[in-house]
């Protein structure tokens, strides 16, 4: 059974699946799989040990459990002064 994501992508994320948010209706029940779908779909070339993952706006680990209308946001390394 699909359940539908809305999900963010932050900044080198952003710019390679082309767009910053999206719904996504997939079978993913956890953090891991979600993004291991889009990465493999959309080429993004990271892997989970190197981003960090949100949902419904808290930092989680990657095991995470999913359900119906979550916000998920993936946050590469970021950099600054």
């Known amino acids: 059974m699909n359940t539908t994501y809305q999900i963010s992508y932050f900044g080198i994320l952003a ?18 799989a979600l993004f291991e779908e889009v990465n493999n779909a959309h080429q993004l070339g990271f892997a989970t ?5 949100a949902v419904n706006d ?3 680990s990657w095991d ?9 946001a993936f946050l590469p390394p970021m950099s600054g002064g």
């Open 15 to 32: 710019e390679r699946r082309g767009l910053a948010a999206e719904t996504l209706s997939h079978p993913a029940t956890d953090v891991s």
């Open 49 to 53: 040990s190197d981003l960090r993952a």
């Open 58 to 60: 808290e930092f989680v």
């Open 64 to 72: 995470q459990p999913l359900k119906d209308g979550d916000r998920i």
